[in-house]
């Protein structure tokens, strides 16, 4: 890379962006989840872009985490 290039962070959002902020903003203490549920990227995004906030409780059946 040269010195006349710029890094920009982009501006991009996705759906679990989203979702992370509504949770946080609900103000849940801690949010259920299943292990290898259709959406296991909210794992990651709640652990990487919402810094673990509010905690998971990860469950072995979809009846406790309800």
């Known amino acids: ?6 890094i920009q962070k982009s501006d991009q959002k996705w759906q679990f962006d989203i979702i992370v902020n509504l ?3 609900c103000g849940f203490k801690y949010i259920a989840l299943n292990p290898g549920a259709s959406y296991r990227g909210l794992h990651d995004f709640l652990v990487n872009y919402g810094e673990n906030e509010p905690p998971m409780l990860v469950c072995n059946h979809k009846n406790p985490a309800t």
């Open 23 to 25: 949770v946080q903003q």
């Open 1 to 6: 890379m040269s010195d006349s290039e710029v």
